[in-house]
């Protein structure tokens, strides 16, 4: 399809211009809006910058990850190493209640397990030990458990609402919201996945929110 090679195009564009990423060996494929990337990357921080690189092009409707990370010898760090790293990172972030959260390290794919009462403190983990050294995945195992009942159905539709109208990223006037026991689901049609992304961040960002369904779609 012509929009596919459009979108391709667009794809590898991005890639070449995005300063944190040496896209010479990634490959990208296009089908139906979906886009697959291929090859492969020195560090796990580019092999995530090239899948929000094509997020960020209208159309895309999803990415495939099939990128490997192959450390040169300079990216190399023993487990151990990262480990000490990982937690090291963890207690940087002020917010963070590091004491609940568990870091394991196998062959330098880092572990995250424990509980939070926050999605965004979730994300906030699994940010801050994506981009260390020696690193070649995440698995961010941490469970959300808000310490607050969320909210009545109609409280939480006007807050949700709320931030999505406050995002310069997203027309919040193409979702529907609905609500109910801690859980949340969004429906409607957007125009690119960083707007889907938008609004399930806007979401989660609700006080006692235990699940989000993402069910916009994307209609460029």
């Excluded at 910058?49 to 960020?56: I, N, P």
Aim: charged letters at 25%.
């Amino acid at each position: 399809m012509d929009t596919d090679k459009s979108l391709q195009r667009l794809v590898l564009e991005e890639l070449d211009y995005e300063p944190s990423i040496d896209a010479a060996e990634i490959g990208v494929a296009v089908t139906d809006g979906v886009v697959t990337l291929s090859g492969h990357v020195s560090n796990y921080a580019q092999k995530l910058a090239a899948a929000e690189a094509a997020l960020r092009i209208e159309g895309v409707k999803a990415v495939v990850q099939d990128i490997t990370v192959r450390l040169s010898g300079d990216e190399k760090v023993s487990d151990e190493e990262i480990g000490k790293r990982a937690v090291a990172a963890l207690e940087w972030h002020s917010t963070l209640p590091t004491h609940r959260i568990h870091v394991t390290v196998e062959h330098g794919v880092v572990r995250l397990t424990g509980d939070l009462d926050w999605q965004c403190h979730k994300r906030e983990a699994g940010h801050a030990v994506e981009v260390l050294k020696g690193v070649v995945a995440v698995i961010n195992a941490i469970r959300v458990n808000p310490a607050h009942r969320m909210a009545s159905v109609p409280e939480v539709r006007r807050e949700i609402e709320a931030a999505l109208k406050r995002s310069t990223d997203l027309d919040a006037s193409h979702i529907v919201v609905a609500a109910s026991d801690g859980k949340i689901s969004l429906y409607g049609k957007v125009r690119a996945a960083f707007e889907r992304d938008a609004a399930e961040i806007a979401a989660w960002s609700v006080p006692g929110v235990i699940n989000v369904e993402n069910r916009v779609e994307i209609q460029p």
